[in-house]
């Protein structure tokens, strides 16, 4: 199935880096040797010029040679770096170095093969003041010598950095990660370099998505690094600004190197070849607010991009999966990109595209229908077609021998019929002529014609002996009839030609990198560099290590305040919480106010025992829709226990699992995270959370799972919120937020509404009528049973508020998942958008599930990922990604029984 020069056994995992270089070597015909060589050759040749500067007629003087010591084998590492050794607990320990490096910390992992448990989370602001952690290195001794594989692990992604500033990963491989091999996200300062993203063996749907996965970043330079086997993209730069890629080879993946939604983006001296596709440009309807223009695709070499697409079928409509095979580049929707002085070579479909959006998803009335509408994506500011793209002085040989593509089936017996083959460099001209003949405006899609003096055009010059296709003409007026123009010499077909895009760069800890900047690769003569610090801030505050530990002594009948502001102490005990230290689900001490929520957040069927504290005379400020804004000095306590039998709950019939503190210092909250020894006396710091194998009976059935304790850096992830697209993310709370709080609780006293009773308490302000405040529907387990029975409009706000306290703090724009354009808080509605934003019709951006194309298609559960994630069980498909082991089979039921239900959409048939 593969192309003959490209051979997979040859270059499975890391140990293959010699010959992968020499394989992408031999294959090179204008230059012998690799352009990350050139420094070192130029500087040996410059040495050994120097040492014989004789004229002819001078005799060389007798020289003993020195004796030369072997050269030190190696890297070197700097002063007071943190080496982590082989061993025991590994994950473990890494974790710990992660979670305890401050600004400048060097992390060097250990030399060798090792099997990792779950990911390797770095959080720059783990201390939740919106100020982040600089210049941190992780690194180990080699791609081929620091080897990580997350083959055996209970999480998705392999190394995941987020909040971050100027962060290098280098000299290590990241092979089989379940997801993506090393994602990083909010961080503004990235180098990877000389890293590996393996996956071995035969290429596979399952295999993880991403290999080297910044999205939401600023300030990107991935150099000199290897990437194989994805299931979506080897190389994929989501959603960022000043992006670098250079000298890395892309094998065997669907998408060798993908620029999707990105500003300011240089790809260059990089070989793709072996993928299914080489490079793509996209520019996709995410509604987020990111989108993508000006990038430059250059002295690459493009080859052999023949490999059969293996994607999971699910993606965008405009994802990977739609790739045809045998295809060099491709442009689709992005505006302004400069492809220039690469050499794209034997394809068997096409050298070249240039699409709009209309060709993934051609259906004119879905696609208003999906896009076009009040909230979704061109309101937004997404545009589907592609403008100023400049394709000049390229090598394009060898294509259209074996065309294929079932996206472009009808494409492909066009051109066979007409002309006998297809184009080198096809472009589809839709975009364009819907634009200038007013259709797209008139169906409210914003695209304007394009401008008189050709600056919009699609041009193409001087790319040698190549042919030209182009679908439909601008005089064209129906879209049901294509044009299937052909040129075999370019005569008239996009002749002509744009101002050059200037030089993007990177600027890391106040160095530019960048063509021509810090090396001397032509075809940097583009003008103006383009490039900044970015918006993404930086800084540094908290604690200084764990802060005052002689701090750590519980004395009296108080809580230890200056302990929970000043200092991670080793022992829950240690902070005096509760007037019996071994038991945290009664007794608070210090006027702590126990409290419970209308809907749970599902954690493997645990019991959850919760209580706030707020420093004496101090109040939280009520808010509508987000936490209450609690002052410095709060403390918010969740003890975790798992029953014998999920039919017997009650602290007497469980086991005490873990106890998370979420405390507000002076420079935000903190997550600290307590396991509970075997004879449940105390609990003990754990940051870098604990895996311990467990077992209960539900329902009669005994179920079997590895419960999981998040680490301190996995605690932020899911609580870190944005105020708006132009600050940092900070750590919030999830659960106290009015519309979960809204019910009665039985207290010692009497039975009250909570928010009754906290403002008579004297701990909450700005309480308004409680008929103002929302609520959502308690649903519990057991409630399945009742689920049919309830209304359309109950329904649709039992799923809501399930959805909104188990998905919503990272499906929303301002948290982690905000990548995915899938909005769920409680407060939106649904009919804002026809559903769009809760996923009705919407494909994902990235990941699909199973063979499914659409977040909720609604009356076919079994048909949304929504539901497909929600039941499963794997690491990578499973949402909630962490928190859980299990499926929560109440929760999808309720969710299933709600999508049955929704009103018919135009993905439902």
């Known amino acids: 199935m593969f192309n003959n020069t490209i051979n997979p056994s040859r270059t499975k995992g890391p140990k293959a880096t010699s010959l992968r270089v020499s394989s992408a070597q031999t294959h090179k015909k204008t230059s012998s040797k690799a352009a990350w060589l050139m420094p070192t050759g130029i500087a040996l040749l410059m040495a050994f010029n120097l040492s014989g500067c004789f004229s002819d007629d001078e005799s060389a003087p007798t020289v003993t040679p020195p004796v030369v010591q072997p050269p030190e084998t190696g890297p070197t590492f700097p002063e007071g770096a943190i080496k982590i050794a082989a061993g025991d607990n590994l994950t473990t320990r890494i974790q710990e170095a992660l979670i305890n490096a401050q600004s400048g910390a060097v992390i060097v992992l250990p030399k060798g093969t090792f099997n990792i448990d779950s990911t390797l989370l770095f959080d720059g602001d783990v201390d939740g003041d919106g100020t982040f952690a600089k210049n941190v290195t992780i690194m180990g001794y080699g791609m081929n010598d620091t080897v990580l594989n997350f083959s055996q692990a209970n999480s998705g992604d392999g190394i995941f950095v987020q909040n971050a500033m100027n962060i290098i990963i280098q000299d ?55 990437v194989r086997g994805s299931a979506d993209a080897g190389i994929y730069v989501g959603q960022s600004q000043y992006i670098v890629v250079r000298r890395n080879i892309a094998k065997e993946n669907v998408a060798g190197i993908e620029i999707e939604n990105s500003k300011y983006a ?24 990111r989108y993508g223009s000006s990038v430059r695709i250059f002295n690459n070499k493009v080859y052999d991009n023949n490999t059969p697409n293996f994607a999971n079928a699910s993606a965008n409509p405009a994802g990977v ?75 394009i040989t060898d294509y259209g021998s074996k065309p294929k593509g079932y996206l472009i089936q009808d494409i492909i017996r066009a051109y066979i019929l007409t002309h006998g083959t297809l184009p080198g460099v096809l472009y589809d001209g ?29 041009c193409a010059s001087d790319n040698g002996d190549v042919s030209y296709g182009r679908l439909y003409a601008n005089s064209n007026t129906d879209i049901s009839i294509a ?29 530019v990198f960048g063509c021509g900047v810090d090396d001397n690769t032509a075809g940097c003569d583009g003008g103006v560099l383009v490039g900044g610090g970015g918006t993404i801030g930086e800084g540094e505050g908290g604690l200084i290590g764990d802060g005052d530990q002689s701090l750590c002594q519980a004395t009296g009948s108080n809580v230890s305040w200056d302990a929970l502001l000043k200092a991670n102490c080793p022992k829950l005990s240690d902070y005096n919480l509760f007037n019996d230290a071994k038991n945290p689900t009664a007794g608070p001490n210090s006027g702590g106010v126990p409290y419970d929520l209308n809907t749970q957040l599902f954690t493997d069927y645990a019991s959850k025992y919760r209580f706030v504290y707020l420093p004496a005379g101090q109040k939280a400020t009520y808010s509508e829709n987000e936490s209450f804004d609690f002052p410095v000095g709060s403390v918010i306590v969740k003890t975790f226990a798992l029953p014998s039998d999920t039919s017997k709950r009650g602290i007497s019939n469980e086991s005490l699992i873990e106890t998370r503190l979420l405390i507000h210092r002076p420079t935000g909250w903190s997550a600290l995270p307590y396991v509970w ?17 467990q077992s ?100 649709m706000q039992t799923a809501k508020g ?20 899938l909005k769920l808080e409680y407060w939106r509605g649904y009919s804002d958008d026809a559903g769009f934003s809760h996923g009705t019709c919407k494909s994902p951006v990235a990941y699909g599930g199973g063979n499914l194309g659409f977040d909720i298609v609604p009356g076919n559960a079994d048909e949304s990922i929504m539901h497909f994630r929600m039941a499963s069980t794997t690491p990578g498909d499973r949402m909630p990604e962490i928190g859980r082991s299990l499926a929560h089979g109440e929760g999808a039921a309720l969710i299933s029984e709600w999508i049955k239900r929704l009103p018919a959409a135009s993905c439902s048939h």
């Open 172 to 226: 290590l491989s990241v092979n089989e990660a379940k997801n993506n091999g090393i994602k990083l996200k909010n961080t503004n300062g990235i180098i990877l370099r000389r890293v590996g993203t393996v996956w071995e063996g035969p290429l596979d749907k399952d295999n993880g998505a991403y290999g080297l996965y910044p999205v939401e970043c600023e300030n990107i330079l991935i150099e000199d690094s290897y």
């Open 266 to 289: 240089d790809v260059y001296d990089n070989e793709a070849m072996g993928n299914t596709g080489g490079i793509l440009i996209f520019d996709l309807p995410i509604n987020n607010h």
């Open 321 to 395: 999966h739609i790739v045809p095979p045998g295809t060099g580049v491709i442009v689709l929707s992005t505006a302004d990109v400069e492809i220039f002085n690469n050499e794209i070579t034997h394809h068997d479909t096409l050298g070249v595209t240039v699409s709009s959006f209309f060709i993934a998803e051609p259906d004119m009335t879905s696609f208003v229908g999906n896009y076009g509408q009040s909230g979704q994506a061109i309101e937004d500011g997404w545009r589907p077609v592609p403008r100023n793209i400049y394709l000049h002085d390229n090598l």
């Open 430 to 458: 839709l975009g364009e002529m819907l634009s200038n003949n007013g259709t797209a405006a008139y169906l409210g899609l914003k695209e304007t014609p394009f401008a008189e003096d050709g600056s919009d055009n699609v």
């Open 483 to 511: 044009d299937v123009q052909y040129e075999k010499t370019q005569s008239n077909l996009l002749k002509c030609s744009q101002v050059s895009l200037p030089v993007h760069t990177v600027t890391f800890a106040g160095q």
């Open 677 to 693: 020894n075997a004879d449940k006396t105390d609990a003990t710091l754990a940051k870098a959370g604990a895996i311990s194998n």
């Open 696 to 795: 209960l009976l539900h329902k009669g059935e005994s179920l079997t799972f590895n419960y999981t304790v998040p680490s301190m850096n996995q605690c932020k992830q899911c609580h870190q919120y944005k105020a708006d697209d132009n600050t940092n993310a900070v750590f919030m709370p999830i659960g106290p937020k009015a519309r979960h709080l809204n019910r009665n609780y039985s207290y010692q006293d009497g039975t009250m509404n909570q928010l009754l009773k906290w403002e008579s308490l004297g701990i909450l302000q700005g309480l308004p009528n409680l008929s103002q405040v929302p609520q959502v529907p308690a649903y519990q387990d057991g409630d399945e049973a009742t689920v049919a029975s309830l209304s359309d409009t109950a329904l």
């Open 802 to 821: 399930y959805l909104d306290i188990n998905c919503a703090h990272c499906h929303r724009p301002e948290g982690n998942a905000s990548n995915t354009g």
